[in-house]
């Protein structure tokens, strides 16, 4: 900061902000407070937050994160739903012109117009931020399907999660989230968090997950959702084989049966594997395939 104050991610910062606003961490809201500098500083790292970009953050807490990414940011617009900590971000971050504060929910938020609204266009626009464990996976589709073109997304969750989400297929991991999360962007670990570096400490260990756009595949769906859709219902019973599960989705009728048989012999798929056996590609090839066959 700019005069003497220890940065608001020290362990001593931390503790004496929670103290004096008597701040309890909520876990109906998934908080626990990030007080380790060389982590808060390695986030912002894996983003590669300069100071031509807007950031989005999502929920600041009391500041640990924020404060790292305004250094280096052209401007950060913070969402933060617990009203309680509004009164704690205006004097933590009160040296920093560049940070708006934002008292909404972020899957309520109209994000291309919030952007609209507070960024200079022609600028990147990056998602850095420390995630509620709870609401992962709805943050992340939510801002994935947004519409908004971001140049990286760098986020924090626990480590089942961020399993999930990078698995390949035929590992134990590899489910509907990590078909549809590798559709929309590439993927990866950039490094992993002890519990230890939280106040107060949760009960799993976690992950920052830095995801970038993706390179054009060979073959698209012809409707996103309809991917979707069709992945979440292969994924349905997990230990039953693709042709089974096909059969849940589309009908066990005679001819229906055939049709799917006839889909499968085209795209040169057992029917006897498992859905976790199966490429995002195998996924976008039936998908189109049983569109075609006028089963979806």
């Not at 994000?111 to 609204?117: E, F, G, S, T």
Request: net charge neutral.
């Amino acid at each position: 900061m700019k005069n003497s104050v220890p940065e608001i991610g020290s362990p001593a910062r931390t503790k004496a902000i929670l103290t004096r606003y008597k701040l309890v961490a909520k876990k109906s809201l998934g908080q626990n407070f990030l007080s380790d500098l060389n982590i808060l500083r390695n986030i912002v790292a894996a983003a590669d937050v300069t100071a031509n970009d807007n950031v989005i953050e999502i929920g600041p807490g009391i500041g640990a994160l924020t404060e790292q990414i305004a250094k280096r940011a052209r401007k950060v617009v913070a969402f933060e739903i617990d009203e309680n900590l509004l009164p704690v971000l205006e004097e933590t971050l009160m040296d920093y012109d560049n940070v708006k504060v934002i008292n909404q929910d972020i899957l309520k938020a109209n994000l291309p117009a919030v952007i609209k609204d507070e960024f200079d266009a022609g600028h990147p626009v990056k998602i850095v931020a420390n995630l509620p464990y709870y609401i992962t996976t709805p943050i992340l589709m939510g801002v994935l399907q947004s519409g908004v073109s971001f140049d990286k997304i760098v986020v924090m969750m626990q480590n089942e999660v961020a399993d999930r989400l990078v698995a390949e297929p035929g590992s134990k991991a590899y489910g509907s989230l990590s078909v549809v999360m590798q559709y929309r962007a590439h993927v990866e670990v950039a490094f992993e968090v002890p519990r230890t570096a939280f106040i107060p400490q949760p009960n799993v260990d976690s992950a920052i997950i830095r995801l970038t756009p993706r390179e054009p595949l060979p073959v698209k769906p012809y409707e996103d959702q309809a991917l979707f859709k069709f992945v979440k219902g292969c994924f349905t019973h997990r230990r039953k084989t693709l042709w089974n599960n096909l059969q849940g989705m589309f009908g066990k009728q005679p001819e229906v049966r055939e049709r799917i048989e006839t889909v499968l012999d085209d795209v040169e798929i057992s029917r006897q594997l498992r859905p976790e056996r199966l490429t995002l590609i195998n996924f976008i090839e039936l998908t189109n395939a049983f569109h075609n066959e006028g089963l979806m």
